[in-house]
C-alpha cells in the first residue's frame, strides 16, 4: 500500500536574517511549522535595489515571500496570509474588535517603531559605509531606490545622519512601545485579547533590539509584565528557530547564522 501526501505550496523566503520584517514573518513561518527555503538579500551589496529583487517587491526592501513562485510583500500582511492559508495553530484572534485591534497593532509596529528602530540600526550600520561614497556613487545608489521615503533615508546616511537628539527622541519612543506593552500584558497576558497572536510576533523583533539597545526598558524592575511576557516570547520554541541571532557587524551581508 502506499500513502500519498499532498506537497504543500512551495515557500521561498527573501529576507536578511537581522531585518525586523524579515524576522516576523520567520517567527509566523516557524510557529505554524511550516518548511521553507531561506534565500538572504545581500543589504550591504544593495541587492534589494537590483532589478531582480525589485521584480518581486517593488519597493526594494526586505522580506517577500514567494509562494509557488508568486511573491507578497509586507511582513503584517504576508503574516495575515499564513495565517489564514495555514489556520492552525490560529494567530489572529477570532472576535473581529480584537482581530481590528492586532492589525492595528501592526500598523503601530510598521509605521512608528520601525522608523526609530531603524534610525539606530542604520547609523551602527550603514552610515559608516555611506559616509564614503563619493557624489557620483551616492547618486547612483539613489537612482536605484524606487521610493522617496528611503532614498532620503539613504541620502541621510551618505551626508546628513541622525543626530544625538534624532536617536534620543527615536529612544523615547521606544520606550513608550515598552509602556504600552506593560499595559496590554500587565491587562490580559498579551499584547491582543488573551492569547499569543501576531500582535505579539509582530513586537517582538523591536523587543529585541530595544534590549540590545537599552536593557534596563526591558527589565523586570521597570516593567514586571512586559518582563514577564519576553521571557515567555524568548522560550517559545519558534523564537529559537527563528534565529534572532544579536545585531552585528555581518547580519545584513550574505552571513547565515549557525545551524
Ligand atoms: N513595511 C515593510 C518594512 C520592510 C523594511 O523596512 N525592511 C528593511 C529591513 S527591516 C529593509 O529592507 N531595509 C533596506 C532599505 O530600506 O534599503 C514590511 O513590514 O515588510
Redesign the pocket.
Known amino acids: 500500500m502506499t500513502t500519498e501526501t499532498t506537497p504543500g505550496p512551495s515557500l521561498v523566503l527573501y529576507h536578511?536574517w537581522a531585518?525586523?520584517?524579515?524576522r516576523?514573518v520567520r517567527m509566523c513561518l516557524a510557529e505554524k511549522g511550516l518548511p521553507f527555503e531561506a534565500r538572504v538579500v545581500d543589504?550591504n551589496r544593495f541587492e534589494?535595489?537590483q532589478d531582480w529583487y525589485k521584480k518581486l517587491n517593488p519597493?526594494?526592501?526586505?522580506?517577500a515571500l514567494m509562494v509557488d513562485g508568486r511573491p507578497l510583500?509586507?511582513?503584517?500582511f504576508?503574516n495575515e496570509f499564513l495565517d489564514e492559508a495555514w489556520p492552525e495553530p490560529p494567530l489572529m484572534p477570532a472576535d473581529p474588535m480584537l482581530r481590528h485591534d492586532a492589525r492595528l497593532w501592526g500598523k503601530y509596529i510598521?509605521d512608528t517603531c520601525?522608523p526609530a528602530i531603524?534610525k539606530h540600526n542604520w547609523m551602527h550600520h550603514f552610515h559608516p559605509m555611506a559616509r564614503e561614497w563619493s557624489d557620483e556613487e551616492l547618486e547612483r545608489r539613489l537612482a536605484a531606490?524606487p521610493t522617496a521615503n528611503?532614498r532620503h533615508?539613504?541620502y541621510r546616511m551618505a551626508r546628513d545622519p541622525y543626530t544625538a537628539e534624532e536617536l534620543e527622541a527615536a529612544l523615547d519612543i521606544l520606550r513608550d512601545m515598552m509602556d504600552r506593552i506593560e499595559a496590554r500584558v500587565a491587562a490580559t497576558g498579551w499584547i491582543t485579547g488573551d492569547a499569543y497572536s501576531l500582535a505579539d510576533i509582530a513586537a517582538t523583533p523591536y523587543v529585541i533590539r530595544t534590549e540590545e539597545l537599552a536593557p534596563e526598558e526591558v527589565s523586570p524592575e521597570k516593567r514586571p509584565a512586559a518582563a514577564g511576557w519576553w521571557s515567555g516570547i524568548k522560550a517559545r520554541p519558534a523564537y529559537k528557530a527563528a534565529h534572532m541571532e544579536p545585531f552585528n557587524e555581518q547580519c545584513w551581508s550574505g552571513w547565515t547564522p549557525p545551524a
Open positions: 536578511a531585518s525586523s520584517a524579515s516576523k543589504l534589494h535595489h519597493s526594494g526592501i526586505v522580506p510583500v509586507e511582513s503584517n504576508i510598521d520601525l531603524q531606490i528611503r533615508v539613504w
